[in-house]
């Protein structure tokens, strides 16, 4: 509704509602009103942090709370508080049967860059730490705090958000980035994801102020985010973040960041879990030297991504037992993931890429047949990684998990989802097509 349009309403409204009716329909108005004039583009009364966290809670109630004069006191101070800011007669009338739910700040996002966002990255992330910075509850209850910025900036994004973008992160988001981390005072899980050519500006604003973060135990720093390693002392899990971008570019000194990353937890003796796609060559030798070298102590171990840069399909390249015979100084090890085993150089390739191959008439039967294949790979791959690792209790190749057991004599036996039931099992994860779609193909 225009303003004008909204101003003339008011004296019929007078008219229509009696005193005492047009004073709580004038107070339950007074904050969307305020919200209205300060900002009239703003379309909730809820912080839109809170509404990106897509709670069901929010879900379900948003209209309720979009009533509420004081919706953001409501969600974001104590119950004692929040009941001094509301009173008793808007409690009543208009939050009746609400109650913030107790996990509803755990986790938090600051990103622009998933289905559905539409905004520019770095004052995307300048007001959410903003309307975080000034939500209490939120300070004190997260637990997860997942970071995304996506800038844009080349020939091929949004013109519209291109030209409401920074050319770099503001000196003012610098500073609230820490101060929010730092009040974040039970945050257990930090993943970063500032482009790799932007967060050296964190890193030097972080440094400058001494930052730590105590409470963090799992951290996923992006590309050229390793500097946060050291800033959370008592980490007990790292792994790479930056998605699709982690395979993509070097430092800008040259440098790989999937080596910087793992000499980084040099300085983590209580580290207990570590996890990283090999870059640009895959897990190597040289490479899980260095996990060796820097993490000695690490009980659990993940090597994703593919063992050397171009695996072997020939056959049984010897790839992986070079790598997992790397492994095994690692006396405290007890689980290891590792790639599928089309990343395994063991001479599957991954079947056809083309989905088309799967559809219509055999469709069906060939995907059965190209899953058998890497199902025999992967139990080729576990028989050599329990030979040179016996004390393993844990193995993933892929999605799959093994079952060790071992028996008085000292024999190790691994067992699979579909070991001594293949032919029933394919038939459970790749069942006979009869939908439309094949019949269609069908008929082309």
């Given at each position: 509704m225009k303003l004008g349009v909204?101003?003339?309403?008011i004296p019929a409204t007078i008219a229509f509602l009696g005193l005492s009716s047009l004073q709580v329909w004038l107070a339950n108005l007074q904050q969307p009103f305020k919200n209205l004039v300060e900002n009239p583009r703003r379309r909730s009364v809820v912080p839109q942090f809170i509404l990106d966290t897509r709670h069901p809670w929010i879900v379900a109630n948003q209209r309720k709370l979009e009533r509420l004069p004081y919706a953001e006191a409501f969600l974001c101070f104590s119950p004692d508080l929040g009941s001094k800011v509301l009173t008793e007669t808007e409690t009543g009338t208009l939050g009746e049967?609400?109650?913030?739910p107790s996990d509803l700040f755990d986790k938090l996002e600051i990103n622009n860059n998933r289905a559905?966002?539409?905004?520019?990255?770095w004052p995307n992330a300048l007001e959410r730490l903003g309307e975080i910075k000034q939500c209490q509850r939120a300070l004190d209850q997260v637990k997860t705090l997942e970071v995304d910025v996506f800038v844009h900036r080349g020939k091929y994004v949004d013109l519209r958000l291109k030209l409401l973008e920074p050319s770099q992160p503001p000196a003012k988001l610098l500073t609230l980035s820490g101060d929010v981390l730092e009040s974040m005072t039970n945050l257990e899980r930090l993943q970063w994801g500032i482009p790799k050519e932007d967060t050296h500006f964190f890193e030097n604003a972080?440094?400058?102020r001494n930052l730590t973060l105590p409470s963090i135990k799992h951290l996923e720093p992006g590309p050229s985010s390793h500097y946060l390693v050291g800033m959370c002392p008592n980490l007990e899990s790292l792994e790479n973040g930056g998605g699709y971008n982690w395979y993509h570019g070097d430092m800008p000194d040259g440098r790989d960041w999937g080596l910087v990353l793992i000499r980084s937890a040099a300085s983590m003796p209580g580290l207990k879990r570590f996890a990283m796609k090999g870059v640009h060559d895959g897990w190597n030798p040289t490479l899980v030297s260095e996990v060796v070298k820097s993490m000695p102590q690490i009980e659990s171990l993940g090597l994703r991504g593919s063992l050397g840069g171009n695996p072997t399909y020939m056959g049984n390249s010897g790839e992986l037992k070079a790598v997992v015979d790397g492994l095994i100084p690692l006396n405290n090890l007890t689980h290891l993931d590792l790639p599928d085993s089309s990343g395994l150089g063991l001479g599957f390739d991954g079947g056809p890429t083309c989905g088309n191959v799967y559809m219509g008439k055999g469709g069906s039967r060939y995907l059965r047949q190209v899953i058998k294949e890497g199902a025999e790979a992967t139990e080729q791959g576990g028989d050599i990684v329990i030979a040179s690792l016996p004390h393993l209790t844990g193995l993933t190749i892929g999605g799959d998990n093994a079952n060790i057991t071992r028996t008085q004599e000292g024999t190790i036996d691994l067992t699979w989802p579909w070991t001594?039931?293949?032919?029933e099992w394919l038939m459970e994860v790749a069942p006979d097509r009869t939908d439309l779609w094949d019949d269609e193909y069908e008929s082309m």
């Open positions: 909204f101003l003339l309403l049967g609400l109650e913030v559905g966002v539409s905004r520019p990255g972080f440094k400058a001594g039931r293949m032919d």
